[in-house]
């Protein structure tokens, strides 16, 4: 797949207008849930399918995962219900710590820990009668462009990958001296001290627009706290360099504006496959990308896209 920049045409400049903060009409949801077996914690997720599909109808399947500490019904919801009405059947959750999912401390960001999420739902959706289990893809916005590349390495149940605006440099978001997080977890551990945490979206942030918007990303249930110590994980976390053992088609989707533009030609151009692509989205910011048409709806299509010619 080349590598392919499209701006939007002059009609769509003056109509960038939210997503529906409802699903899409085509598709049908429920409440799920299922184990992280590594952990022995409960993930709670939601599932779309096509309406009006047959129950008895194997349908290849998505993980879709959002940003870092995001909850399900934020971006992931919007843009699985869209991929849902492509035909397939899709799978939103809560990473454990996060949202109705089990786990102590609450909203521990952690590489390795989300990636055994990932995996734990991949197992969900395969124990599943109505999902073809050889067809499984894993799409990750911005945080989870790399927490799915972390999975999808390690995991060759995954067939596809798709990076929606990858954010891939965790350890910038280094809020406390890395010896006080050290010293934060040892103190929680010991009983000696509480949960401390580090906000990773201040109300003055580039993000602020989406997070602190209750017709866009701000929902009950989320908050930008994230454990201190999550800092210890993101160190040695490195996706750019990940993504070169990749085995499977790779699509990376990024803006013309976003901030994580060249992070995302970094995890296009050291992917270990030739079957890959880089689009560029034109006008959009990265946090347009989470819920502004007509950039999300340029962004299903190339997904829609890819996956029919790969999955």
């Known amino acids: 797949m080349a590598n392919i920049t499209i701006s939007a045409d002059a009609e769509n400049k003056a109509n960038v207008t939210p997503v529906t903060t409802q699903m899409d009409t085509e598709v049908v949801s429920e409440k799920v849930s299922f184990m992280n077996n590594d952990y022995s914690l409960k993930i709670v997720g939601i599932l779309f399918r096509p309406k ?104 060759p149940r995954i067939k596809l990958l798709v990076s929606i605006v ?69 160190v040695d976390f490195k996706p750019t360099e990940e993504i070169k053992n990749l085995k499977v088609p790779y699509l990376v989707i990024t803006s013309e504006n976003a901030f994580t533009r060249q992070m995302a030609v970094e995890m296009f151009n050291n992917a270990g496959v030739t079957n890959k692509g880089l689009y560029t989205v034109g006008l959009a910011s990265h946090f347009d990308m989470y819920d502004q048409d007509p950039y999300v709806k340029v962004a299903i299509q190339q997904i829609g896209i890819f996956l029919k010619d790969n999955l």
């Not at 909203?107 to 989300?114: A, L, V, W």
């Not at 894993?138 to 995991?155: E, F, L, P």
């Not at 010896?179 to 906000?199: C, F, L, M, P, S």
Request: with cysteine; charged share 20%.
């Open 166 to 234: 990858p954010f891939t440099v965790m350890d910038s978001f280094m809020v406390v001296p890395f010896e006080q997080a050290v010293k934060d977890r040892e103190a929680y551990e010991a009983g000696t001290g509480e949960v401390k945490y580090i906000n990773l979206m201040p109300e003055n942030s580039i993000g602020a627009p989406y997070y602190y918007n209750d017709q866009r990303g701000h929902l009950h249930g989320w908050s930008p706290d994230v454990v201190s110590w999550s800092e210890e994980s993101w």
């Open 52 to 155: 009006g599909t047959p129950s008895d109808t194997k349908l290849p399947a998505i993980v879709v995962c959002g940003p870092m500490a995001s909850i399900k019904e934020q971006t992931q919801s919007k843009y699985a219900s869209k991929l849902a009405a492509l035909g397939y059947t899709t799978l939103v959750f809560d990473f454990t710590t996060f949202g109705e999912s089990e786990g102590e401390p609450r909203r521990y960001e952690n590489p390795d820990r989300k990636a055994s999420n990932i995996k734990a739902a991949v197992t969900y959706l395969i124990s599943r009668d109505d999902v073809d289990s050889s067809r499984i893809a894993g799409v990750g916005i911005c945080g989870s462009g790399s927490y799915m590349a972390h999975a999808t390495v390690q995991d």
